[in-house]
Structure formats: structure tokens, C-alpha cells
């Protein structure tokens, strides 16, 4: 958007890239970067314990949300669920639903995902979710 609003945005450390070339025609040539998703807070805040563990379709019910993040790097997604330290790999290209855990099979894979996105996390200075039962963080 700086690039749409002729903003200097050089001095500034932004996360994407600029959409301008595409409006006049050119082609993209994006290159491969990892994606992360971090979602460090147990949902809902308030009645946690109270809340549902699965919620039904159009039942308006509110559902607990764990701490999780994800790394994608083209096809490889990793998931990191931070109660059980718990690591689960996919592959997109072939399961898309992710309905098939590679982490047992592609250990290398797993931990190569896990330790770049614990370093993305350090080097955002992201923060990581505190136990509701406990109030200590937990940084599995």
C-alpha cells in the first residue's frame, strides 16, 4: 500500500511486497518465503473453562481455542500446539484437508520447520501464551 500511496516506507521494516506492478500488467515472480501464523491466547478470554470443547454448525456456541502457531514453506506445513508441545507436519500439495500427520515419518523435516519458526518467533519478539489454570507461560 505504500508503493499505491507514494509513501516512502524504505526506513521501515515491512512484511510483504508490493501489489502496484500487478495493477499495470506485469507478472509475479514471487519469491519463496516462509509464512507464519502465531496465535499465542486461549479463546475466550473470559469463561474459558466454562466454554465448549467442540462446537456444533449454527449452534452459536463459543469453543475453547489452544495457543497454536504454523510455519508453511511451500508445500511443508508445520503446526506447533504449545499445551502438549505436540508437532504435526503436512504436505499440501497432497493433503490439503491436512488429514495426514508426517511428523513421525519426516523427523528431519519436522524439526528443520520447528526450528525456524521458533527463531521467526524470537525474531519478532512475539509473545507466547500463558496457561489459564496457572497464569505461567508456556513456551513448548
Not at 8 to 19: F, I, K, P, R
Not at 52 to 64: L, Q, Y
Request: aromatic letters at 10%; one cysteine or more.
Amino acid at each position: 500500500f505504500c508503493d499505491v500511496a507514494r509513501v516512502d516506507c524504505s526506513a521501515l521494516t515491512l512484511d510483504g511486497e508490493s501489489l502496484l506492478p500487478l495493477f499495470h500488467g506485469a507478472t509475479a515472480a514471487w519469491p519463496e518465503r516462509a509464512l507464519t501464523w502465531h496465535f499465542p491466547y486461549y479463546h475466550p478470554e473470559k469463561g474459558y473453562k466454562k466454554a465448549r470443547e467442540t462446537i456444533g454448525v449454527n449452534d452459536f456456541a463459543v469453543s475453547k481455542t489452544r495457543p497454536v502457531s504454523a510455519i508453511r514453506v511451500g508445500d511443508s506445513k508445520l503446526l506447533q500446539f504449545y499445551e502438549s508441545g505436540k508437532r504435526e507436519l503436512y504436505d499440501l500439495r497432497n493433503d490439503p484437508g491436512e488429514q495426514h500427520d508426517l511428523s513421525n515419518s519426516q523427523p528431519e523435516r519436522t524439526a528443520q520447520l520447528g526450528t525456524l519458526l521458533k527463531q521467526t518467533l524470537q525474531n519478532m519478539d512475539a509473545r507466547y501464551p500463558t496457561d489459564p489454570f496457572t497464569d505461567q507461560p508456556n513456551t513448548n
